[in-house]
T-cell receptor
Framework: NAGVMQNPRHLVRRRGQEARLRCSPM?????VYWYRQLPEEGLKFMVY????????ESGMPKERFSAEFPKEGPSILRIQQVVRGDSAAYFC??????????????FGAGSRLTVL | AQSVTQLGSHVSVSEGALVLLRCNYS??????LFWYVQYPNQGLQLLLK??????LVKGINGFEAEFKKSETSFHLTKPSAHMSDAAEYFC???????????FGTGTRLQVFP
């Protein structure tokens, strides 16, 4: 019973390139959350998605960042035209439907983006 | 709006000493509260959660936390620290309408021999 799978674990991009981070939620989980952890900082919420729907994107930068969770396949966090400030660890978490607020988020191991 | 405050970004204890990591919350509704641990270069692992049942919550690895409504606190404790407890600890409160977690800034625990 695999947990939350994120890939790649490490990604290096040059300024101006695109970064795509993938997240497969736990089996049976239909809700996906993306968080960003900057060096020496806590985790900041970015976006919450259900299948084919963005529910809450209040933490997403308005430009260059987008997320999707298609009917089939993993959730993808896409960062266009990366800048050095995008260097961070990006964590995906998933939870099941039902009992909102009380469910435990299960986290993946993270994708570490380095922008040169 | 929900929020949590973790006092002390770094805590150092000797092996065998009491561990106390502080967390205060702000919530407009009865909160659901969580403690997560993050080991270096890894994801977050749930230590324990409070969801309005018993106020003293026992978690993994000997950790426990007590929900005190009068103090709006949810401090994490462990009677005797072990070297393997060295990690970053995050307190979080969940949005009551989703499972979105709002995290504190974290406390890095160091354990000295």
């Amino acid at each position: 019973n695999a947990g939350v799978m994120q890939n790649p674990r490490h990604l290096v991009r040059r300024r101006g390139q695109e970064a795509r981070l993938r997240c497969s939620p736990m089996k049976g989980h239909s809700h996906v959350y993306w968080y960003r952890q900057l060096p020496e900082e806590g985790l900041k919420f970015m976006v919450y998605l259900q299948k084919e729907n963005i529910i809450d994107e209040s933490g997403m930068p308005k430009e260059r960042f987008s997320a999707e969770f298609p009917k089939e396949g993993p959730s993808i966090l896409r960062i266009q035209q990366v800048v050095r400030g995008d260097s961070a660890a990006y964590f995906c978490a998933s939870s099941p439907a039902g009992r909102p607020g009380a469910n435990v988020l299960t986290f993946g191991a993270g994708s570490r983006l380095t922008v040169l | 709006a929900q929020s949590v405050t973790q006092l002390g970004s770094h805590v150092s204890v000797s092996e065998g000493a009491l561990v106390l990591l502080r967390c205060n919350y702000s919530s407009s509704v009865p909160p659901y509260l969580f403690w997560y641990v993050q080991y270096p270069n890894q994801g977050l692992q749930l230590l324990l959660k409070y969801t309005s049942a018993a106020t003293l919550v026992k978690g993994i690895n000997g950790f426990e936390a007590e929900f005190k409504k009068s103090e709006t606190s949810f401090h994490l404790t462990k009677p005797s620290a072990h070297m393997s407890d060295a990690a970053e600890y995050f307190c979080a409160v969940s949005d009551p309408h989703t499972d979105k977690l709002i995290f504190g800034t974290g406390t890095r625990l160091q354990v000295f021999p």
